[in-house]
T-cell receptor
Framework: DTEVTQTPKHLVMGMTNKKSLKCEQHMGHRAMYWYKQKAKKPPELMFVYSYEKLSINESVPSRFSPECPNSSLLNLHLHALQPEDSALYLC???????????????FGPGTRLTVL | AQSVTQLDSQVPVFEEAPVELRCNYSSSVSVYLFWYVQYPNQGLQLLLKYLSGSTLVKGINGFEAEFNKSQTSFHLRKPSVHISDTAEYFCALDRPSGSRLTFGEGTQLTVNP
């Protein structure tokens, strides 16, 4: 089973709202990722967690706040977003870990976010 | 630095015709290569990957790709496409130390009846 689940599927929020995106995997993967994808563009990496620790932050604005409560769960907390933050937010996971060995990333279906 | 170039942004074909989606890469180190497919309003699904070994890689849904180190290419092929293959296709590479995918800009494959 290579399933990554994301909730909600769609989210509409105002610029003053606080909301959260959730991602879950039960494949025993130890690396989890958040990507942002604008229409007709490839995904852009935002954050990487490895063994529940933040290992990569691609200079993402602080209005996006990731959290990894346990090895199966990844959240993205949203606050004071701008309309240009409207996009598809994708979560991915991979086995993670060993240096010199690449991982295959498995993606979830995404959350379509609209900021009004 | 690594980069991926998908040579065609759009590829229209008729149903049951063969198709090739072209991908070239640039890297000063060995890389691993992937093709992902994204159907409308969905996430990315792994089609196939090349890590090592045989340069001809077979994936899901009848797709295959050939790794050509001398030409730094990883073209995706299917001998006979279906309407359901209409989607965006992304070529991506990763470094041996993994897991930071570099994506190409994508190729929209449209299969017409």
């Amino acid at each position: 089973d290579t399933e990554v689940t994301q909730t909600p599927k769609h989210l509409v929020m105002g610029m003053t709202n606080k909301k959260s995106l959730k991602c879950e995997q039960h494949m025993g993967h130890r690396a989890m990722y958040w990507y942002k994808q604008k229409a007709k563009k490839p995904p852009e990496l935002m954050f990487v967690y490895s063994y529940e620790k933040l290992s990569i932050n691609e200079s993402v604005p602080s209005r996006f706040s990731p959290e990894c409560p346990n090895s199966s769960l990844l959240n993205l907390h949203l606050h004071a977003l701008q309309p240009e933050d409207s996009a598809l937010y994708l979560c991915a996971s991979s086995q993670g870990g060993l240096a010199g060995r690449t991982d295959t990333q498995y993606f979830g279906p995404g959350t379509r976010l609209t900021v009004l | 630095a690594q980069s991926v170039t998908q040579l065609d942004s759009q590829v229209p074909v008729f149903e049951e015709a063969p198709v090739e989606l072209r991908c070239n890469y640039s890297s000063s180190v060995s890389v691993y290569l992937f093709w992902y497919v994204q159907y409308p309003n969905q996430g990315l699904q792994l089609l196939l990957k090349y890590l090592s070994g045989s340069t001809l890689v077979k994936g899901i849904n009848g797709f295959e790709a050939e790794f050509n180190k001398s030409q730094t290419s990883f073209h995706l092929r299917k001998p006979s496409v279906h309407i359901s293959d209409t989607a965006e296709y992304f070529c991506a590479l990763d470094r041996p130390s993994g897991s930071r995918l570099t994506f190409g800009e994508g190729t929209q494959l449209t299969v017409n009846p």
